[in-house]
C-alpha cells in the first residue's frame, strides 16, 4: 500500500480536527491541544447521542426526570463544542486565512452539528418553560440531524496512511461504479414501471354487496375477505351470488399506497415487489382484475430480471471495490494469519536406532502436577472424554421438554437442574485439573482455555441455589459448550478461522453496521415520535426494533405504509412521498451495498493469498496428473479369477505369414516391473530435457527347491530375452504398418533405437497403447515432432536448452498424467485379454459381434457439427452455427428420449386429485408409452455397453442408478396402477417417486449433468455451512427451550389472562380487508363466535428443542422472525426481543452469507478462476473479452460522393445522436399515463408518438442513404432499430385506421421496444445490458434445472397436498390442485413468500381436518412429509442454486466492467482497434490479407501503438509472428487482437504455467528467425555496395578506354556490348551455382521455409541487387522526400502474398494495389486523411525493395 513517509521526530498532537486539518503555529490554543480535550470532546459526541435517542414525548412520559437530564447535558455539552468552534475560528480564521474555517469540509460539519445543538437546546427550553410547543410538535424534526456528531468519534478511524489523492481515487471510481449500477437499476424500474401503468392501470374492482352505494363504502359492504374481481366475463375473477364487482373510489391513505395509476406509484410498487416482499398479493390482485397472462408475465420476468440478476450486480460491484480497497489497505487490515501453534524449539536426541528432532518449549510453564497427569492431560483419550461429556451435556439440556397440563414450570426442568450441577462440577474439575498440570502461565497462553475458563465461571454462578440464576441469560454459558465440538474437528476448525480468523475486517464490518443502525435509529425516532398513537417509533428501544426490521426486508412494507399513514393524518398529504423516498433510500442503501459488503468480506476471507496462489496451482496440477492408475471394483472383480485366454491353434509355418500379436500380459508372467526411482522424475534427458519414464524389467527371484537347478549355460538366458525382445520389435513394427495397435512413443520414454526393447540392457516396455484392428494409427502432432527418421526419440526443440529447469515442471507432470493413463488402459487391455467375458454385456453379447456394433451405432450416433472442408481441412464458416451445436449436444437415441421425457412430463402435469391416471385411458397411454421407450433405450445402452461389469456399464456413477430407479418405479407402476391409494401409504409414496422422471433430462443433457457435478464437488463447504448453522440453531433453540419453554402459551381471548378462566367460548372480530375503511352507523365489526384455547402461537413455540429448532430455522429466511419478536415482547417484555434479533443478526446476516460466499467461491474453483492471481484473472477476462468484441459494422464514410457524405456526416454527429436519444426518451415517457380506448388524453398522445416515429423512420432513410443497404443491414442495432421503425409505421396505419384497445397495447409495446434502444445510445448501460445478457445465457442450463426441479416437486406437490384445506398460506390462488398451480406457488416460495406459512397450513391435522379412505379424498395434511418437502426444496433451490446466479454475475461482471486502470487493455483500446481495423478491411469482411497488418500496427494509438522508430524491432516481430502463423494466408479482426494482446502484457505475471511456456517457446523461434532475416538483410545490403563499388570502379574503367579509343572504334563497341552482357549473365549464373553448392539457398517470394518444429512460414526474400542495379542507377528524389524517416527499414522483409512488383514505362512502378486504383484527393475528415495516408504508404511500400537496392 502507497503510504506517506513518516518523520522520525514526534509530532505534536492537535486539536481532533479531522485527517486534513492543521492549526496556525502562532495560535496561542494550547488548551484545546491536549489528549484529554480531544477524548473529552469525543465523549461528548456519544453522550449527544445518547441524549438525543432519549428525548422524544413518550420516554419523558415514562421516565419524566429525563426531560432535565437531557436538558443538561446537551447544554454542557453544546458549551463545549461552541468553544472550540470559537478557538478554531480564532487559530484560522473564519473566512481568511491559509486554511480558513468555513472553507474547510470537517470544520463546516462541526459548525452545523453545533448549530442543531443550540436549536435542540433552545426548543427544549420551550417545551419545559412554556407551553408555546406542544410535546407531540413536529418541530422535533429539528434534533434529527444531531445523531450524525457521532461521526466525529468514528472518524478516528478513518485516518490512514495512504496518499489523500490515492483514497479519493479509489472512492470517487467505486462511487462511480455504483451510480452507474443504480442507474442501471433505475432503467429495468423505469421499464416495468411504464409497463404496469399500460398492462394494469387502476386496480380499483371490488367486489360489494347488491345496492351498495360506492360513495359511502363501509367494511361491512365488502366481501369476507375482501376480493378484487373483473367486470369482463372472461377474465379475472367473477364474484359470487349477491354481489357485483364496482370500482371504489377512495383515497390513498384508505386503499393503499400501491398500485399502477401513474408512473410516480407504479415505480414505487416495482420497487417493494422487487424487493420480494408483498410482490405475489400484488400479482394476486391483477389476476383478479385483468387476464392472468399479464400479471404472470410481469411479475416473474421482473423478479428474475430485477431481484435476481440487476440488484445481485450490486454484490459483484461491492465485491470488485472492497477487492480494491482491500489491496491498499492491507497495512490497516493486516497481513492474513494462519493458526498459531505454540512457540518450541528443537533439539537433536539419539539413541540406538539414529538421531531424529524433538520438540522442546523451555519458556513453557509447568505445572505442579506429576509427569503421569502432564502426559494425560495432552492426551487423545482425555480429549475424547471432555468430547464426550460435551456431547452428553448436550443430548442432557436436548431432552428438556415442557407440556402444558397445569404443572408448574419448575417441575419440568427440575431433574435436568441436578445433571446440570453434575455437568458442571465435571467441568470445573477439568479446568483446575489443566491449571494443576499445566500451571496459571501455561494454562492462560491459549485462547481456548480462557473461553473454558469463562464457561466454567459462568455455569457455576448459574447454578448457585442461593439467587435462583438457573433459567436466566447466564443459560448463554451453559449451550456455549457446544461450540468447544468444534475443535474436534480439523477441517471444521480450519473453515472456522479462515472465516473468523481475520476478525478486522468482519468487526470493522459488525461496527459500522451497528454505528449505521443506531444513527439511523436516533434520526427516524426523532422524525416520526410527534405523531401520536404510533409506537414504532415513540422511543429508540422501538426505532432501532423497526430500523432493523427494514434491515431484514421483512415487513419493511408495512412499517413505510404505516407510517405514511401517520404522517399524512399527522400533517398533510403532500409529505408522504418524503417519508417513503426516505425509507426507500434506507432500505435501497442496507440491503444493497450494507449486505453486499458482508457477502464481500466472506470472500475476501475465502480468497487465498496472492503468495500461495502459484504454489496452489502447481499442487493442483500435480493432483490432476496423477489419475486413478487403478480400475473401479466393478471391473476389478476379474482379476480374482484365474487367467483363461482365447487359444488359437497354428497350422502354417511362421514364415508364411504375419506375426500375430505377442500378449504382454503373458511376458509379464517371466519378467517383473522394476521400481522406478522417483528421483529419477527430476533429472533431464537428452537436450530436450526430458525425464527418462522408461519401464525396466527383471527376472522373477528363483523359488528355492530341495534339489537345485543346474544352469549350464548362462547365455541361454541372454539369448533367450534377446530372441523375445526381437519377436516383440518386429510384431510391433508390423501392426504399426499394417495399421494395428502398436506403440506410440510419448516425449519422456526412454526408447532406444527399436522403439519397445533396447538390447544392450534388455529391458521390455509395456506402455503401449492398443487400437482397435479395424482403424489407421493416427499420430498426433506433438507425440511424433520430436522423433528421429529411425525412430529414437530426439530433441523436441532446440529452444529448449534455454529454459530453466523448473519451466519443465509442467512437461513431467504432463508425462507423468499420460502414464497413469496408459497404465490404466494396459490393465483393462491385460483384462480384455485374459478373460473372454470382460466387456460382454450381460456376459452373453460378444465383444466384437456384429450384433453389438449395430447396438453402439443407435446409442452413439449423432449429428455432425465439424463441417470441415475435404479438401483444405479447415472448418467451414455456416450460418446459426449455434443451432448446428444444439443438435450436436447428444446422440440421436438421446434427443428422443428427451422429447418422451418431456411429453411424459406434460401427461403428468394433467394428473390430478380429481383427474388421476387410474380413470383417464390417455394418461395411461402416455404412461405405457414412457416405460415402452424407456425399456428399448435401456435394452439398447446394455447391449451396447453392458449393465455393470464393462467399462462404460450404464451403472457406472450416480446417474445410471437414477435411470434404473426411475425406470423400476414406471414399471412397477404401469404394471399395478393401483385403483386406491390411501394416504401415506406405500402406493402414495410410489406415486411421489413417480415425479422423479423429470430429473432424467438432467442425465441425458451433459451440461445439466455438468452443473448437478460442480454442486456436488463443493459438497464439502456446504456441509461444513450447514454444521455451523446447526451449532448455532442448537445452541440458540436451546437457550430458547431454557428461557421461554411453556412461557409462550396463552388464551386466545385477549381479555383473559389466567388458565382456569379460558374456558367457554367469546366473540372474536373476522378479518376484512387491508384497506383502512371504517364502520358506518350502527354497525359491528364482522365477527363470530370462537371457543376459548390455551394454546402456543400457531406457527412456532419453544417447548421442545425439536419446534425450537423449527422456528428458528425459519427465521434464518427472515420470515416468521417478526412473530417471535412480537410475541416475545407482549408476554415477556421488551428485553426479551434481544435474543431473536441477535440470532438474526448472527445466523441471517452472517450464516446465510457463507453460503453465498461458499457457492460463488466453488464455482469460481470449478471454473479454475479460483487459484488466478489478479494478473491471470484479468488476463482470463481480457481473451473472453476479446473473443467477444468483433469488428465495427460501421461503412467507411464515402469520400468520393458528396451528398452521402454529408448524410454521413449529420448521422455520425453527437448532436444527432442527443437528438435521437431524446426523442426515445420522449416517446416512452408517453407512456406515464395508461392508453385507454375512453380517455381524451389517448388520442393527443398517440398522434405525439406518431410524429416522433416519423423522426425515427427519417434517421433509418438517413442511414440507409449514407451507409448503402448492405452496410446499413450488417449491423444488428441498426436491423433491431429498422425492425421496429417497421412496426411503429404499422402501428401508425393501425391507430388512424381502427384505434381499438388492441392497437393502443401494440403501439405502447412498439414504444416499449424503442425504449431499450437507450442502452445501446449510453456506454455504462450497454455494459451493464451486455453482462445481465450474458449471465442470462450462460446460466440458461442452470435456469433449466431449477425448473425441472420445481417441477419435481409440484407434481409431487399435487399428490401430498392438492386436497389440504385452505388456511393461512394455502388459498384459492396458493394452492396445489394442479401441477400449473404448484409451480406458481413454488416461484413464490423461491422468493421466500410466506413460504413458513404455507409450509405450516400443509402440517394440519386432525381434529382440525378430516380424515378420508383414499388421498384424494381427504383435507389433512402430513406433517412428515410437509417438513421434508418444504425445507429440502427451500435450501437446495434458494440457498444453493439462487446463488450460482450470483457466481455468473460476479464472473461477468469482471469481464464486461472491469475498470480502464486495472483492466490489461481497456475498452477504449479495444475500440481504438476496431476503428483502425474499419478503415483498412474496406470491405468489412473481417479478414485482410497479412501484408496489410503493417498498416494497422502503424495507425493503432494508445497501449496499442507501436512507433516503427523506436520499436523497430517489436514491429517486426509482430509481423513476422503473423505471418509464420498463418502461412502468408489471410488474417482475421481476433487474430491480429490476439497478437496484439499477447504483446501488450507481461505474460509472465498474465500467463499460466502452459501458457507461457508455448508462449515464450514461439516468441523465442520468432526472435531467432528475425534475428536470423535480419542477419541476411545486412550480408546483401553488404554485397549491394560491396557490387556497386566494383561496377563503378569497371565504369570509370571503361570510360578511360573508351576515351582513349574515341572515335576509332564506335561500330566495334556496338557490337561487343550484347557481348558483354551475355558473359556478365553467364557469370551471374556461375555464381549462383556456386552458392547453391555452399548451402546458401536463395528463394522466391512464393517459396517457403520450414522451422525445426516442423511449422510452414513463408521466408524473406534475399534482394538481387545485380540486376536491378543495372535497369535502375538513379532515384527519384521526389519519392526520397515523401518517403518517411527509416520506413523502408522497418518494416520486415516478409513475402506479401501476390504484391508483385514490375517496372514498366522508362522505370516507373507500378503493383497490385496502385495499379487499379485512382488516387483521391484528400478528404477534410480525419479519417479520409488517414485512409489517404494509408494509401500512400501503399504505393510506396510497393517499391521498398527498389529504393533498398538503390541504397
Known amino acids: 500500500m502507497l503510504g506517506r513517509k513518516q518523520s522520525l521526530r514526534g509530532e505534536p498532537i492537535l486539536t481532533d480536527y479531522g485527517p486534513d486539518e492543521t492549526l496556525n503555529e502562532s495560535s496561542d490554543i494550547e488548551w484545546v491541544n491536549k489528549a484529554w480535550v480531544r477524548w473529552l470532546l469525543r465523549v461528548c459526541s456519544l453522550v449527544s447521542l445518547v441524549s438525543v435517542s432519549a428525548n422524544t414525548p413518550r420516554s419523558k412520559e415514562l421516565y419524566p426526570s429525563l426531560s432535565y437530564i437531557t436538558f443538561c447535558a446537551d447544554l454542557v455539552i453544546t458549551f463545549l463544542f461552541t468553544a472550540e468552534m470559537i478557538a478554531k475560528m480564532q487559530a484560522r480564521g473564519i473566512l481568511k486565512g491559509e486554511v480558513p474555517y468555513l472553507k474547510d469540509r470537517w470544520c463546516q460539519y462541526d459548525a452545523s452539528m453545533v448549530f442543531f445543538l443550540w436549536m435542540s437546546v433552545i426548543l427544549q427550553m420551550f417545551e419545559i418553560m412554556t407551553e408555546w410547543v ?254 464426550a461429556a460435551i456431547i452428553a451435556n448436550a443430548m442432557a439440556a436436548a431432552s428438556l421438554s415442557f407440556k402444558h397440563d397445569g404443572r ?170 418524503v417519508v417513503a423516498i426516505y425509507f426507500i433510500l434506507y432500505h435501497l442503501f442496507v440491503t444493497l451495498i450494507v449486505l453486499s459488503l458482508f457477502v464481500a468480506v466472506i470472500l475476501d476471507n475465502l480468497e487465498l493469498d496472492e503468495d500461495f496462489k502459484k504454489l496452489k496451482q502447481m499442487k493442483a496440477r500435480e493432483q490432476s496428473a496423477g489419475i486413478q492408475e487403478t480400475l473401479p471394483l466393478r471391473l476389478r472383480v476379474f482379476e480374482k479369477f484365474p487367467d483363461r485366454p482365447t487359444m488359437a491353434r497354428l497350422h502354417k509355418v511362421p514364415s508364411d505369414f504375419s506375426l500375430p500379436k505377442i500378449r504382454e500380459s503373458f511376458m509379464r508372467q517371466y519378467l517383473e516391473e522394476e521400481q522406478e526411482d522417483e528421483d529419477g522424475l527430476t533429472k533431464a534427458r537428452g537436450v530436450g530435457g526430458l525425464e527418462d519414464s522408461s519401464i525396466t524389467y527383471r527376472k522373477r527371484r528363483p523359488v528355492k527347491l530341495l534339489t537345485p537347478i543346474s544352469h549350464p549355460r548362462n547365455a541361454d538366458y541372454e539369448k533367450k530375452k534377446t530372441g523375445v525382445s526381437n519377436i516383440i520389435s518386429d510384431a510391433n513394427n508390423q501392426r504399426l504398418l499394417l495399421g494395428d495397435s502398436g506403440q506410440i512413443p510419448l516425449p519422456g520414454k526412454g526408447t532406444h533405437s527399436h522403439g519397445t526393447v533396447s538390447s544392450k540392457h534388455g529391458r521390455l516396455d509395456q506402455k503401449s497403447i492398443r487400437r482397435s484392428v479395424r482403424g489407421s494409427v493416427k499420430l498426433k502432432q506433438q507425440n511424433y515432432d520430436h522423433l528421429k527418421e529411425n525412430g529414437d526419440i530426439g530433441a523436441m526443440n532446440r529452444t529448449s536448452s534455454s529454459r530453466k529447469p523448473q519451466d519443465l515442471d509442467i512437461k513431467m507432470l504432463q508425462a507423468k498424467r499420460q502414464q497413469a493413463e496408459m497404465r490404466r488402459n494396459q490393465r483393462e487391455e491385460d483384462l480384455r485379454e485374459n478373460h473372454p467375458y470382460f466387456d460382454t454385456p450381460l456376459f452373453a453379447v460378444g465383444r466384437e459381434s456384429q450384433f453389438r456394433k449395430l447396438c453402439q451405432l443407435i446409442v452413439y450416433s449423432r449429428y455432425d457439427t465439424s463441417h470441415k472442408d475435404p479438401i483444405t481441412g479447415k472448418e467451414r464458416k455456416i450460418k446459426y452455427k449455434r443451432l448446428h451445436n444444439l443438435l450436436g449436444l447428444v446422440t440421436y437415441l438421446d434427443w428422443v428420449m428427451i422429447l418422451v421425457t418431456t411429453l411424459s412430463c406434460i401427461s403428468l402435469m394433467f394428473e390430478t386429485p380429481a383427474y388421476r391416471i387410474t380413470d ?96 456436488c464437488k463443493g459438497f464439502k463447504e456446504i456441509l461444513l455451512v450447514s454444521i455451523l448453522l446447526i451449532v448455532l440453531l442448537f445452541v440458540f433453540a436451546s437457550y430458547g427451550v431454557q428461557l421461554y419453554g411453556g412461557r409462550l402459551a396463552r388464551c386466545n381471548d385477549s381479555t383473559i389472562t389466567e388458565r382456569k378462566d379460558c374456558v367457554g367460548v367469546f366473540v372474536r372480530e373476522i378479518f376484512v380487508t387491508k384497506m383502512k375503511l371504517g364502520l358506518g352507523e350502527n354497525e359491528k365489526h364482522p365477527a363470530m363466535l370462537v371457543p376459548r384455547v390455551w394454546a402456543n402461537p400457531r406457527r412456532f413455540n419453544f417447548d421442545n428443542i425439536g419446534n425450537a429448532m423449527l422456528a428458528l430455522f425459519e427465521v434464518l429466511s427472515f420470515k416468521g422472525w417478526l412473530d417471535i419478536r412480537d410475541v416475545l415482547k407482549i408476554r415477556l417484555g421488551i428485553a426479551s426481543t434481544i435474543y431473536i434479533h441477535i440470532f438474526v443478526f448472527l445466523g441471517c446476516m452472517i450464516g446465510l452469507t457463507l453460503f453465498v460466499g461458499v457457492v460463488i467461491a466453488n464455482y469460481s474453483e470449478n471454473k479454475g478462476t479460483a487459484l488466478l492471481t489478479v494478473d491471470q484473472r484479468r488476463w482470463c477476462d481480457l481473451k473472453k473479452r476479446l473473443k467477444i468484441a468483433q469488428p465495427l459494422h460501421l461503412p467507411p464514410r464515402p469520400d468520393g460522393r458528396a451528398f452521402r457524405a454529408s448524410i454521413y456526416d449529420i448521422t455520425q454527429n453527437i448532436y444527432f445522436k442527443r437528438f435521437v436519444a431524446i426523442s426515445v426518451i420522449i416517446n416512452s415517457s408517453l407512456l406515464c399515463v395508461a392508453w385507454k380506448k375512453d380517455a381524451a388524453q389517448t388520442q393527443y398522445l398517440a398522434i405525439l408518438s406518431s410524429l416522433l416515429n416519423f423522426v425515427f423512420v427519417v434517421e433509418v432513410v438517413m442511414k440507409l442513404i449514407a451507409f448503402t443497404p448492405r452496410g446499413y443491414w450488417q449491423s444488428r442495432r441498426n436491423r433491431y432499430d429498422l425492425f421496429v421503425t417497421v412496426l411503429g409505421v404499422v402501428w401508425i396505419i393501425l391507430n388512424f385506421t381502427i384505434r381499438t384497445d388492441e392497437s393502443h397495447m401494440f403501439g405502447f409495446m412498439v414504444i416499449i421496444l424503442r425504449f431499450f434502444t437507450i442502452t445501446g445510445k449510453h456506454a455504462t448501460l450497454k455494459m451493464l445490458m451486455l453482462t445481465v445478457g450474458v449471465s442470462v445465457y450462460k446460466s440458461f442450463f442452470i435456469i433449466m434445472g431449477m425448473f425441472l426441479l420445481i417441477l419435481s416437486y409440484a407434481l409431487a406437490g399435487c399428490i401430498l397436498f392438492g386436497t389440504v384445506k385452505y388456511g393461512e398460506g394455502i388459498g384459492r390462488q396458493a394452492n396445489f390442485q394442479t401441477a400449473t398451480n404448484g409451480i406458481t406457488l413454488l416461484f413464490r416460495i423461491v422468493t421466500g413468500e410466506d413460504w413458513n406459512k404455507i409450509m405450516h397450513d400443509c402440517m394440519v391435522a386432525p381434529p382440525f381436518c378430516t380424515r378420508g379412505l383414499n388421498y384424494w379424498e381427504t383435507d389433512c395434511g402430513n406433517f412428515t412429509g410437509s417438513l421434508i418437502f418444504f425445507c429440502s ?200 551455382t556456386r552458392e547453391r553448392k555452399k548451402g546458401i539457398i536463395i528463394m522466391s517470394r512464393t517459396d517457403s521455409m520450414t522451422s525445426i518444429s516442423g511449422r510452414n512460414f513463408l521466408a524473406p526474400t534475399p534482394s538481387d541487387a545485380s540486376s536491378r542495379a543495372e535497369k535502375h542507377t538513379r532515384h527519384d528524389s521526389k519519392s526520397r522526400k515523401r518517403r518517411p524517416s527509416g520506413g523502408g527499414k522497418n518494416l520486415p522483409h516478409v513475402s506479401e502474398g501476390g504484391e508483385g512488383i514490375t517496372v514498366v514505362n522508362g522505370g516507373q512502378l507500378s503493383s497490385d494495389i496502385t495499379s487499379n486504383k485512382a488516387v483521391l484527393p484528400r478528404s477534410a475528415s480525419g479519417s479520409g486523411e488517414v485512409r489517404d495516408w494509408w494509401r500512400e504508404q501503399v504505393g510506396y511500400d510497393s517499391g521498398s525493395d527498389f529504393s533498398d537496392d538503390m541504397e
Open 134 to 387: 406542544n410535546k407531540h410538535s413536529y418541530l422535533s424534526v429539528l434534533r434529527a440531524p444531531r445523531p450524525l456528531i457521532v461521526v466525529r468519534l468514528i472518524r478516528i478511524f478513518l485516518k490512514s496512511s495512504m496518499p489523500k489523492q490515492r483514497l479519493n481515487q479509489i472512492v470517487k471510481r467505486s462511487s462511480q461504479q455504483i451510480y452507474n449500477v443504480t442507474l442501471f437499476f433505475l432503467f429495468f424500474m423505469s421499464l416495468y414501471g411504464l409497463l404496469g401503468v399500460q398492462l394494469f392501470g387502476e386496480l380499483r374492482n371490488h367486489c360489494v354487496k347488491n345496492g351498495t352505494d360506492i360513495k359511502q363504502i363501509t367494511l361491512n359492504n365488502l366481501a369476507i375477505p375482501d376480493t378484487f374481481c373483473s367486470t369482463e366475463p372472461d377474465s379475472g375473477y367473477q364474484c359470487p351470488d349477491g354481489m357485483i364487482c364496482a370500482p371504489l373510489e377512495l383515497e390513498k391513505k384508505v386503499s393503499g399506497f400501491n398500485g399502477f395509476n401513474n408512473i410516480a406509484t407504479s415505480i414505487f410498487t416495482v420497487y417493494q415487489a422487487a424487493s420480494q416482499e408483498g410482490w405475489v398479493f400484488i400479482m394476486y390482485r391483477a389476476i383478479d382484475s385483468l387476464p392472468g397472462w399479464r400479471a404472470t408475465f410481469f411479475f416473474t420476468t421482473m423478479i428474475f430480471f430485477l431481484s435476481w440478476l440487476v440488484k445481485n450486480v450490486f454484490i459483484a460491484v461491492i465485491t470488485e471495490t472492497f477487492n480494491e480497497m482491500r489491496v491498499q489497505f492491507q497495512q490497516i487490515w493486516g497481513i492474513r494469519g494462519h493458526i498459531e501453534q505454540e512457540v518450541s524449539t528443537q533439539i537433536l536426541s539419539g539413541d540406538d536406532h539414529g538421531w531424529k528432532l524433538v520438540f522442546v518449549d523451555d519458556n513453557k510453564p509447568h505445572g505442579w502436577a506429576p509427569k503421569c497427569c502432564m502426559k494425560f492431560v495432552v492426551s487423545a483419550g482425555f480429549y475424547l472424554v471432555i468430547m
Open 408 to 577: 408448574e414450570r419448575r417441575e419440568f426442568y427440575q431433574h435436568y437442574y441436578y445433571m446440570e450441577v453434575g455437568f458442571t462440577i465435571f467441568f470445573d474439575v477439568e479446568v483446575i485439573f489443566k491449571i494443576w498440570c499445566l500451571g496459571l502461565r501455561g494454562y492462560w497462553r491459549l485462547t481456548i482455555h480462557k473461553f473454558e475458563f469463562l464457561l466454567a465461571v459462568g455455569t457455576t454462578l448459574r447454578i448457585l441455589p442461593f439467587y435462583d440464576l438457573f433459567m436466566t441469560s447466564l443459560t448463554y454459558f451453559q449451550v456455549l459448550r457446544l461450540v468447544r465440538l468444534i475443535k474436534a474437528s480439523p477441517i471444521l476448525e480450519d473453515f472456522v478461522y479462515k472465516i473468523f480468523g481475520p476478525g478486522k475486517k468482519l468487526g470493522s464490518l459488525i461496527l459500522f453496521t451497528m454505528c449505521l443502525l443506531l444513527i439511523t435509529s436516533s434520526i427516524s425516532m426523532q422524525l416520526f415520535c410527534f405523531l401520536e398513537n404510533y409506537d414504532k417509533f415513540e422511543t429508540f428501544a422501538n426505532a432501532f426494533m423497526s430500523m432493523f426490521q427494514i434491515l431484514t426486508q421483512e415487513g419493511w412494507v408495512e412499517v413505510m405504509d404505516e407510517t405514511m399513514i401517520k404522517t399524512m393524518k399527522g400533517t398533510t398529504d403532500e409529505i408522504a412521498p
Open 920 to 1015: 383417464e385411458p390417455i394418461l395411461q397411454i402416455a404412461e405405457y408409452a414412457f416405460v415402452v421407450c424407456m425399456s428399448i433405450e435401456l435394452f439398447l445402452k446394455i447391449l451396447a455397453d453392458g449393465l455393470l461389469f464393462t467399462p462404460k456399464a450404464m451403472i457406472r456413477d450416480m446417474a445410471g442408478v437414477l435411470d434404473l430407479f426411475i425406470f423400476t418405479v414406471s414399471l412397477v407402476f404401469s404394471c399395478w396402477m393401483p385403483k386406491e391409494v390411501s394416504a401415506q401409504s406405500g402406493a402414495q409414496l410410489l406415486l411421489i417417486l413417480r415425479c422423479l422422471r423429470p430429473l432424467r433430462i438432467f442425465n441425458l443433457v451433459p451440461h445439466m449433468r455438468k452443473v448437478v457435478s460442480e454442486l
Open 1433 to 1632: 426444496f427451500y435450501v437446495i433451490i434458494t440457498y444453493i442454486v439462487l446463488n450460482l446466479l450470483v457466481a455468473i454475475i460476479m464472473e461477468n461482471f469482471s469481464l464486461f466492467y472491469s475498470n480502464e486502470e486495472d483492466a490489461l487493455l481497456s475498452y477504449a483500446d479495444i475500440r481504438n482497434f476496431q476503428n483502425t481495423w474499419n478503415i483498412v478491411d474496406v470491405n468489412q469482411r473481417g479478414v485482410i490479407p497479412v501484408r496489410k497488418v503493417k498498416f494497422i500496427l502503424r495507425l493503432l494509438k494508445g497501449r496499442l501503438e507501436v512507433d516503427p522508430e523506436k520499436d523497430r524491432l517489436l514491429f517486426k516481430h509482430m509481423c513476422y509472428e503473423l505471418e509464420r502463423l498463418h502461412n502468408g494466408d489471410d488474417v482475421t479482426f481476433h487474430d491480429v487482437l490476439n497478437m496484439l494482446s499477447y504483446r501488450s502484457v507481461d505474460i509472465r505475471k498474465s500467463l499460466q504455467l502452459e501458457e507461457l511456456m508455448a508462449r515464450e517457446e514461439l516468441e523465442y523461434i520468432i526472435e531467432e528467425e528475425v534475428a536470423k532475416q535480419t542477419i541476411r538483410n545486412w550480408l546483401d545490403n553488404c554485397l549491394k555496395r560491396i557490387r556497386a563499388q566494383k561496377e563503378q570502379t569497371s565504369l570509370l574503367a571503361r570510360l578511360r578506354e573508351t576515351n582513349d579509343l574515341l572515335g576509332v572504334g564506335l561500330h566495334e563497341d556496338k557490337k561487343v556490348q550484347p557481348c558483354d552482357k551475355e558473359r556478365e549473365t553467364e557469370n551471374k549464373d556461375v555464381e549462383r
